[in-house]
């Protein structure tokens, strides 16, 4: 009975490990392969023609004492006080109505996410013309004597990209959050009602502590964008005006593919990540809570 079984777990091992080849394969070739040249790469000064140099930690070391690591680093950051309060705050707001009004409810998701299958060069140029100087947006401003620069006031601009990521993503983030309150139990909600909650207390002490892995996995999808926003600075403002569009993954472009600088900009695309890492724990560290239902 035992060597059956034996027989048996060793049939499902190999089974399973015959399952699961092609995907450790693909993972090897098209991620460990390429994450452990980079590193190899970032260690060296090489212009793509030229062979290479060995140059040691030079390559990072000019990158941390550049002024435009501070100023991209600012940069992220104000892209990440506009992008993820207001992204979170509306697309929990269009989940929540779409959840308590319960009429047609695919087809509002639908139309929220429509936005976020739309090409991101599309998109970028379309919004770069509506908000321009000259634009329809800024020639209905300025008949109640209003003109704002969205995209040439190094104050705004930045913020001005944020707001057109927050309109391009919420459909998706209101997917991810109204999948967490379906998977609410009613029988929660039926307790805190006997237990002579208000709708609001219900709301910020039953409801939004149940959809804490929805507010983990936003969050970290909006942080890996947040660091790796490239398409609207690239095409809308080209990293302008006064580099106050000027972001990391920008600046791994131009090093690499302009200056031909392959070692400098692995160096980059190493930092960048390890950035993006470092966001990612702290919101795993102090936001994620195991949930008990």
Request: with cysteine; aromatic share 16%.
């Amino acid at each position: 009975m035992d060597k059956a079984k034996s027989g048996k777990k060793l049939k499902g091992g190999k089974v399973g490990l015959a399952l699961i080849t092609p995907y450790l394969i693909l993972t090897i070739v098209f991620w460990c392969i390429p994450f452990a040249w980079s590193f190899i790469l970032a260690m060296q000064k090489w212009n793509m023609m030229s062979p290479a140099k060995y140059v040691g930690l030079k390559n990072f070391i000019k990158i941390f004492s550049d002024k435009l690591f501070f100023i991209s680093l600012r940069n992220t950051f104000q892209f990440i006080g506009v992008f993820i309060p207001l992204c979170v705050a509306i697309s929990l707001l269009i989940a929540w109505t779409i959840y308590k009004v319960k009429k047609a409810p695919s087809f509002f998701l639908i139309s929220f996410l429509l936005p976020y299958v739309t090409a991101g060069v599309a998109y970028a140029v379309i919004f770069s013309r509506l908000f321009a100087h000259d634009g329809v947006v800024n020639v209905f401003l300025r008949a109640i004597n209003l003109n704002i620069p969205f995209f040439t006031d190094p104050r705004i601009a930045m913020s001005s990209i944020a707001l057109l990521v927050v309109w391009k993503i919420m459909g998706y983030y209101a997917l991810i959050f109204y999948a967490g309150l379906q998977a609410i139990p009613q029988s929660i909600y039926d307790a805190a009602l006997i237990d002579g909650a208000t709708g609001t207390q219900t709301f910020f002490r039953v409801t939004i502590p149940m959809l804490n892995a929805s507010f983990v996995t936003i969050l970290i999808f909006a942080i890996a964008l947040s660091v790796n926003i490239f398409t609207e600075p690239f095409l809308i403002t080209d990293g302008g005006p006064f580099f106050s569009t000027h972001t990391f993954v920008f600046w791994t472009y131009k090093t690499t593919f302009e200056l031909l600088r392959a070692g400098q900009g692995s160096a980059l695309a190493i930092i960048t990540a390890s950035i993006s890492f470092g966001l990612v724990f702290i919101v795993r560290k102090f936001v994620e809570k195991e949930v008990q239902l």
